[in-house]
Antibody, heavy 124, light 107 residues
C-alpha cells in the first residue's frame, strides 16, 4: 500500500518561501495525480494544487501566483513551494494521492491516500 | 468557481443517534462529490466517493446520497469513535477540487 510522508522546515519567516517534500513509498507515482492540501488553525481544508505524474500541474486560483508543485518520479517524490508567505499561510500541510477510477470518460476522482501532515508556522 | 456549503457547522449528539449533514453546491455537479472524515490530529480519510459509494472497510453506518446541488451524509448510529470533522468535496470542475467548510461532530 502506497504511503506518503511530508518533510520540510516547520518554521518559515514572513516573505520567505515555504518548501515541503512528499516522499512516496511502497508504490509508483505512475498513472496518478498527486496533491497538496492544507488546514489553517481553526479553519477547514483548502486544496492547493495537483501534479500529474507526467508533470502537468493545476493550482488553486487564490494561490496560483505563489505556488509551484513539481515532481521527480525517479526519486518517488513531489514538492510544494509557496513564495512570499505570511501568517495566513500557517497551517498543517498534507500531501495526498488522487486516484481516478472507472470507465474512461466517466472517471471517479478521490483522495485516497494521505500523509500524516506537516505543521508549518510562519513567524519571524 | 463552485462554492460548497455545509450545514450545520457543528452538532452535538448522543451515542446511537442518527446524524445528518447536508452539503450544497453553488451549481449542479452531478454525482462528483466525496466525503472525508478528519479526526483531531489526524489526516483526512476518504469515506464516500461519488456521492454514495462507501469505501471498502468503512462501517456501513456511514452513508451518502444526493445529486446535482444537494447532498446528504448520514451516520445511522453515532459511535464515540465518530467524533470528527466531516468535509464534502466536489470535483466537477477538474482539475480543481473544492472542499466544503466542514461539520464538527461531537458527543
Amino acid at each position: 500500500q502506497v504511503q506518503l510522508q511530508e518533510s520540510g522546515p516547520g518554521l518559515v519567516k514572513p516573505s520567505e518561501t515555504l518548501s515541503l517534500t512528499c516522499s512516496v513509498s511502497s508504490g509508483s507515482m505512475s498513472s496518478s495525480y498527486w496533491t497538496w492540501i492544507r488546514r489553517p488553525p481553526g479553519k477547514g481544508l483548502e486544496w492547493i494544487g495537483n501534479i500529474y505524474y507526467t508533470g502537468t500541474t493545476s493550482y488553486n486560483p487564490s494561490l496560483k501566483s505563489r505556488v509551484t508543485i513539481s515532481a521527480d518520479a525517479s526519486r518517488s517524490l513531489f514538492s510544494l513551494r509557496l513564495s512570499s508567505v505570511t501568517a495566513a499561510d500557517t497551517a498543517v500541510y498534507y500531501c495526498a494521492r488522487i486516484t481516478y477510477d472507472g470507465p474512461p470518460g466517466d472517471y471517479s476522482y478521490y483522495m485516497d491516500v494521505w500523509g500524516k501532515g506537516a505543521t508549518v508556522t510562519v513567524s519571524s | 468557481d463552485i462554492q460548497m456549503t455545509q450545514s450545520p457547522s457543528s452538532l452535538s449528539a448522543s451515542v446511537g443517534d442518527r446524524v445528518t449533514i447536508t452539503c450544497q453546491a453553488s451549481r449542479e455537479i452531478a454525482l462528483y462529490l466525496n466525503w472525508y472524515q478528519q479526526k483531531p490530529g489526524k489526516a483526512p480519510k476518504l469515506l464516500i466517493f461519488d456521492a454514495s459509494h462507501l469505501v471498502t472497510g468503512v462501517p456501513s453506518r456511514f452513508s451518502g446520497s444526493g445529486s446535482e446541488t444537494h447532498f446528504t451524509f448520514t451516520i445511522s448510529s453515532l459511535q464515540p469513535e465518530d467524533v470528527a470533522t466531516y468535509y464534502c468535496q466536489q470535483y466537477d470542475n477538474l482539475p480543481s477540487f473544492t472542499f466544503g467548510p466542514g461539520t464538527k461532530v461531537e458527543i
